[in-house]
């Protein structure tokens, strides 16, 4: 359970600041943007900009994709809808026999 916790905090303290959640609003508008438009958009220094972007990688909220010496980054479409699954919500229900089935996302009644 510890590590679920663990995958949680840093996906949470990822999103838990304007400038990530206006990339992270960016690259939905835009799908696949370049560091350079970001830098554009956002009017960030390119240094402040991938500190950004190493934070929101690193908790798998988007993805990059390297084509020759450019990156592009894109949201990460499956983990941010995760934040909000049933399965982090399972974790907090309080019924005991609630238990998450491995994979779905969705919990079920142990035993089941």
């Not at 991938?50 to 929101?56: A, E």
């Not at 908790?59 to 934040?83: C, F, M, P």
């Amino acid at each position: 359970m510890q590590q679920v916790f663990e995958k949680y905090e840093k996906k949470y303290k990822a999103v838990a600041d304007q400038k990530r959640l206006q990339m992270m609003y960016e690259l939905t508008q835009y799908g696949s943007v370049c560091v350079c438009e970001l830098v554009e958009k956002l009017g960030l220094s390119q240094s402040k900009l991938s500190y950004h972007l190493k934070i929101l990688l690193d908790a798998g909220l988007i993805k990059k994709e390297t084509k020759g010496t450019w990156s592009y980054y894109s949201l990460n479409e499956g983990e941010v809808n995760h934040l909000l699954s049933e399965e982090l919500c399972c974790l907090f229900r309080p019924s005991p026999i609630l238990k998450p089935k491995k994979g779905s996302g969705c919990c079920t009644v142990s035993g089941s």
